[in-house]
């Protein structure tokens, strides 16, 4: 089955540690991106990638970073999570840029 | 600044009526636009899609209109259903964006029974 898996699907954690959450695609997708979804801001962009080792930022990717050493994962890491990255986050992938995206079924995360 | 707007955070409409989710723009070189549909719990799900040379696409009970010179596109759901009730994001991209996605804040839709 086509998906986008990410994991963890819940995940509580304290300030300032490091933390990092796992998306992998199986439809052999070249764009791959994260997303955060907050009440009343929809959803925002917090970096993308065009392919393998091709990664850049997004609308807000303060506080964030990605990798993309594979082509079928593209893991988000925090490094030093703050309350503010309290969010919903998605992963999704898509054949290329001005394609429809396929999105993993998010990662809810409550940073303390 | 948001470029894809949904000023409308709900909706409510009854069982079997047509439902009308609207979606403004400001990037005129937005040419292609696509509409989400988001259960609780759940990532985003494709709905439908409609690129600038056409002004109306049609799947099912579901047809989106776009309007290029007034920048507003629009989905209708006829008739709608209680499995409906989902939040819709609609979304649009073009060379303005760099062909990245653009997402507005979306429309909680309940359909009553």
């Known amino acids: 089955e086509a998906q986008v898996t990410q994991n963890p699907r819940y995940l509580i954690t304290v300030t300032g540690k490091k933390l990092t959450v796992t998306c992998s695609q199986n439809?052999?997708?070249?764009?791959m991106s994260w997303y955060r979804q907050d009440p009343g801001l929809g959803l925002r962009q917090i970096y993308y990638s065009m392919n393998v080792e091709v990664t850049d930022k997004g609308d807000v990717p303060e506080g964030y970073k990605v990798s993309r050493k594979e082509k079928r994962n593209f893991p988000l890491i925090l490094e030093s999570p703050s309350p503010n990255q309290t969010s919903l986050y998605f992963c999704a992938s898509s054949l290329g840029l001005n394609e429809k995206l396929f999105f993993g079924s998010g990662t809810q995360l409550s940073v303390l | 600044d948001q470029q894809v707007k949904q000023n409308s955070p709900s909706l409510s409409v009854q069982e079997g009526r047509i439902s009308i989710l609207n979606c403004d723009y400001t990037n005129s070189m937005f040419d292609y636009f696509l509409w989400y549909k988001k259960y609780p719990a759940e990532g985003p799900t494709f709905l439908i899609s409609i690129s600038s040379i056409k002004d109306k696409n049609e799947d099912g009970r579901f047809t989106v209109f776009l309007n290029k010179s007034a920048k507003h596109l629009s989905l209708h759901i006829v008739p709608s259903q209680p499995g409906d009730s989902a939040v819709y994001f609609c979304?649009?991209?073009?060379?303005?964006?760099?062909?990245?996605?653009?997402f507005g804040k979306g429309t909680s839709l309940l359909v009553t029974p």
């Open positions: 439809m052999n997708h070249e764009y």
């Open positions: 979304a649009a991209s073009g060379s303005g964006s760099g062909y990245a996605l653009n």
